[in-house]
């Protein structure tokens, strides 16, 4: 036994010696941004930019944006904000030269996009004196004009669609006005003819605002009064509550009180000045709790003429009619600096809320800015924001517009900035001279147009069981029975089954709470995958089985093959690079990484669990609200501060919130062999509070040394991973805990995610298709792409030769062979020998190939 | 006078080597103007208070007959009526920059800087055509007209 052990210590240390290297990525929990993406590459400069992603096509996504010269710079992306691609290859739309491409623009572009695929466009003509409203119904490749307003002396216009309506609003020789259509469907032909002009009552000398259409069909705007002046302010509310009915606006509410006025100077944007910006966002959710609250985000400042600016959420729950007070601010900054152009959007999948913003926290003269978001889930009574992410990978000064040269108009970043969110990300566009990505054109003399993909980040739930919270709080959970670990209100649920282990010695208490309980394991998991019911635990005989663990779909036996299983919306399971490892996709962008490691002399598995990119935000590694020690419970109520007395923790942490959290028979998302249910599993008595850990007919385990886990563990990095993984071993006396850490965390600093896009489809027999594989790394800290092959495979058969990556991570395969009918094509991504990297493989996309539709009815006889 | 446009000239020149193209969008406000201080400064009174607004994208006179007549064309414009300022940009000082425009019955709406290059009285700003709000070369059309025209700087002898 000593002999095998330490051969096995010394292999383990030779195979991670090889496998690590300094300069590893640091591990982000937390909200989290990939690399920026610059969608213009464009010369000049490109601000003011709108971005909008289908709601019901997550991969889809259209930006729009100011640009220095002739129309308005216009993207668009298939493969959800990863790449780029133009309508025109003059990557403008609105140009005056192409009339297809709309009447010619000055500036100011909004977009919304409706559920029935309709991408909305408003922006101010050439002439300064026009509101032009267009139509895309292909995702921004072409366009309509729907409709003009004016000529009359117009300004800021919003527009925005759902629940059957579209809805313009702009400010009009001074005065808010509004008018709106009946969608019934997509394209032109279904949107009906725009209503008589509706002047909004209250709102002369009001700008700046923003439009939000409620769940019940209501529509509210919101501007700021007066429109000028370094401040104060007030955001004005008008709501017309019978949406397309005959009512008017009903008069103005004040929502806030702002020291913003409408051209209030801040150092990061001295020359443009700044406004409140007041922005809207529902929560369309109708499984969320708070279904139909109307969120407002705007800037304030503790007084007039003030660069501590700050960015603030107020809600509403009636429409517009009151307003929660106080309200909640967002940035969590200690500095007096500048925090500004905020944006807010809701998933509409969950009903969580995404903010960003301008931030000059990090400039010591207070004059540049980056990017920072943050997330917050609706089920508490207010929502509570994770902390701060910096996404933007540069800072950016204001110069980037213009230089500043006396006399000239500059208008810096501009008056707004972008942010869409939809199926678990988010995804902010800014304007950034900071060229993070080497690929502006004019250096860092001029705005490109930036974005990125921000999502919730990692939590991890390890060992006996040591657990992260998505926003990044350590702690022990040592609860016996089935938990909530991951929740979210679109469907996703993640559930841990934790088995009691007696154990005959305790190596410490915990950091967060100083609790040194007896301890468990996590030793089974399910899953809501979309419509799915996924379960991976021992087999359910009860008879020890180091065979593997027993994967169920929806209650049935199944088995991962090459291409993974497809679990339809996104969803989908795939062989992990552990042995034994799953990687579960859900259909919001979450990704959990099962990995088992079997415990020979006790005959047991255990399993780690890591999360990554999830907008889940509740449940045992949920949110831990500010000045509380553990996450809300299921009703959104906050655990509160932590009590002083170590019993009182006790009592509160295992009994209080692991009730709160566990599992019943209706919930429960595990299988169970015929007698047996969740119930089986629980212990509600475990933890015990102090040694001994005792459990009836079981033998304790023998520990390990301090000595012997830290050799095991010598390669594990992190201040919490490598205590986690020291504790484990010597409690429990089996290095084999070591292993898994080993994998969990490569798996969370290399671990990789393939996409496969075509760049059309459905395609013609004979014509050319372009698939691109991308490859990305999961990691945030990851600034350059990971390297190697890709092998294309058409409906499970390689195709050609493996493709080398690009310098993007990227690979094309381009073929114009395929047979009529429906193909799956996929990507598996090979690292490259000297890679760090792990292997991926994509789900399938399913790309049609037609006859020539030229006869029969568009189908060749 | 000749060096003062020669002053312009070299900062326009300048501009262009500095690929200077003022930004687009705006911030609509709308007051009354109260005073014309010279043919590109007037002041806007928006009920709350006063901005000092210097129309952007020309060079104006700032002496002799033709300053004097660009003056007069901007107030008979503007002067005592409702207008609306597209701002551009605001100076320490807090005066503003941007475009100027009519907004009152009698006018309709008309971009005063843009009537101003019509009508030969002031030139646009050398290499600017790019201008703020006028990034389709409004202003070198307008300019060109006047040229055409023979209109005030442009026309073949100056008034004394």
């Known amino acids: ?861 | 006078m000749r060096n003062k446009w020669a002053i312009r000239g070299f900062i326009g020149c300048l501009a262009l080597l500095l690929d200077v193209f003022p930004a687009l969008a705006g911030d609509s406000l709308y007051g009354k103007v109260t005073e014309v201080k010279s043919a590109d400064t007037v002041v806007l009174d928006y009920g709350k208070g006063q901005y000092i607004v210097h129309i952007i994208g020309i060079d104006a006179l700032k002496e002799g007959p033709l300053a004097n007549q660009a003056r007069e064309f901007v107030a008979k414009l503007v002067l005592g009526k409702h207008a609306r300022m597209r701002l551009g940009s605001r100076a320490e000082n807090g005066e503003m920059f941007g475009q100027l425009f009519t907004d009152d019955p009698e006018n309709g709406i008309k971009d005063v800087g843009l009537e101003l290059v019509r009508s030969g009285l002031v030139q646009r700003q050398k290499g600017q055509d790019f201008q703020f709000g006028y990034k389709y070369g409004e202003l070198s059309t307008a300019e060109r007209q006047a040229r055409a025209a023979k209109r005030g700087l442009w026309a073949p002898t100056q008034p004394q």
């Open chain 1, 1 to 861: 036994m000593t002999c095998k052990f330490h051969r096995f210590v010394f292999l383990q240390a030779a195979i991670f010696a090889t496998m690590f290297s300094l300069g590893r990525p640091a591990l982000h929990a937390q909200v989290a941004g990939e690399v920026d993406r610059n969608m213009s590459k464009m010369a000049n400069y490109q601000n003011e930019c709108a971005i909008i992603k289908n709601p019901t096509n997550k991969l889809q996504l259209f930006s729009l944006c100011n640009n220095a010269t002739g129309g308005l710079f216009a993207s668009r992306s298939v493969d959800g904000g990863l790449t780029w691609i133009y309508p025109d290859p003059s990557k403008t739309i609105a140009n005056g030269i192409n009339a297809a491409l709309g009447p010619a623009a000055c500036c100011d572009p909004t977009l919304a996009w409706d559920t029935f695929g309709n991408l909305f466009i408003t922006y101010i003509d050439s002439g300064v004196s026009n509101i032009v409203a267009l139509l895309s119904p292909d995702g921004g490749q072409t366009f309509a004009t729907l409709a003009q307003f004016g000529p009359a002396s117009v300004d800021q216009p919003t527009v925005t669609a759902d629940s059957g309506e579209v809805w313009v609003v702009w400010n009009q020789s001074g005065q808010m006005v509004a008018r709106g259509a009946a969608v019934t469907g997509l394209g032109t032909a279904n949107v009906g003819a725009f209503g008589a002009l509706q002047t909004i009552p209250g709102t002369s000398g009001c700008s700046f605002g923003d439009l939000a259409i409620a769940p019940n069909g209501a529509v509210v705007q919101a501007c700021e009064s007066p429109n000028s002046g370094v401040g104060p302010a007030n955001i004005l509310v008008n709501t017309k509550a019978d949406g397309l009915g005959p009512n008017p606006f009903a008069a103005a509410v004040t929502a806030t009180a702002t020291n913003v006025g409408g051209f209030a100077p801040i150092p990061a944007q001295s020359r443009r000045t700044i406004d409140a910006e007041a922005g809207f966002a529902y929560d369309r959710n109708a499984a969320s709790p708070h279904f139909g609250r109307l969120y407002l985000v705007y800037t304030d400042s503790p007084a007039v003429s003030s660069a501590d600016t700050n960015i603030m959420v107020r809600f509403s729950d009636n429409d517009g009619a009151t307003w929660s007070n106080p309200p909640i601010r967002v940035n969590d900054d200690a500095t007096t600096r500048s925090q500004f152009l905020p944006r807010i959007a809701s998933n509409r999948l969950s009903g969580n809320i995404a903010v960003c913003w301008h931030d000059a926290r990090n400039s010591a003269s207070n004059t540049t800015m980056q990017e920072f978001c943050t997330i917050a889930t609706p089920t508490g009574a207010t929502p509570t924001f994770m902390a701060n992410a910096l996404i933007s990978d540069g800072t950016s000064d204001g110069n980037g517009s213009n230089p500043p040269v006396a006399g000239q108009a500059d208008i810096q970043f501009g008056d707004y900035s972008g942010l869409t969110y939809f199926q678990g990300l988010a995804h902010p566009a800014w304007a950034d001279d900071s060229n993070s990505t080497s690929d502006n054109p004019d250096g860092t003399s001029r705005y490109d147009a930036y974005t990125d993909r921000v999502t919730g980040g990692v939590a991890a739930h390890e060992g006996d069981p040591h657990l992260t919270t998505v926003n990044g709080v350590h702690y022990d959970f040592q609860g016996a029975g089935e938990f909530v670990v991951l929740r979210d209100y679109d469907g996703l649920q993640i559930q841990t089954r934790q088995s009691p282990i007696a154990t005959t010695f305790n190596p410490g208490p915990d950091a967060h709470d100083e609790l040194a309980t007896c301890v468990s394991l996590n030793t089974a998991v399910a899953a809501q995958v979309g419509e799915h019911q996924v379960s991976y635990e021992p087999n359910l005989s009860g008879v020890p089985d180091p065979s593997g663990l027993q994967l169920r779909i929806d209650g049935s036996l199944s088995t991962v093959g090459p291409q993974g299983i497809d679990l339809g919306d996104g969803g989908r399971i795939v062989k992990s690079w552990a042995p034994g490892g799953l990687e579960i996709d859900f259909p919001d962008e979450t990704v959990a990484f099962v990995t088992p490691g079997w415990w020979p002399s006790q005959s047991k598995w255990f399993i780690n669990l890591d999360v990554f990119q999830t907008p889940a935000l509740e449940g045992v590694l949920g949110v831990i609200p500010a000045g509380g020690w553990l996450p809300s419970l299921p009703d959104g109520t906050a655990m509160g501060p932590m009590p002083g007395p170590l019993h009182q923790r006790y009592i509160e942490l295992y009994q209080k919130f692991a009730d709160a959290w566990r599992v019943n028979d209706k919930t429960s998302l595990f299988d169970y062999a015929p007698g047996t249910s969740t119930e089986t599993f629980t212990l509600r008595s475990w933890p015990l509070e102090k040694p001994p850990c005792v459990l009836p007919r079981v033998k304790p385990v023998e520990p390990a040394t301090q000595a012997v886990a830290e050799r095991a563990c010598s390669q594990i990095r992190g201040k919490n991973r490598h205590s986690d993984c020291v504790f484990d071993v010597m409690v429990s006396g089996n290095p084999g805990f070591a292993h898994i850490y080993h994998f969990s965390q490569q798996i969370e600093t290399d671990s990789t995610t393939t996409t496969v896009t075509d760049d059309e489809d459905p395609s013609q027999v004979g014509e050319s298709v372009t698939f691109t594989a991308t490859v990305t790394a999961n990691a945030v800290a990851h600034k350059r792409a990971p390297s190697g092959t890709v092998q294309f495979t058409v409906d499970g058969s390689k195709v050609g030769e493996p493709i080398k990556l690009d310098a993007k991570g990227q690979a094309i395969w381009e073929t114009s062979r395929l047979h009529a009918g429906k193909h799956l094509v996929a990507a598996s991504y090979k690292p490259a020998d000297d890679s760090e990297f792990l292997a991926s493989t994509s789900a399938e996309d399913v790309h049609t190939v037609k006859r020539c539709p030229c006869e029969h009815g568009g189908e060749r006889r």
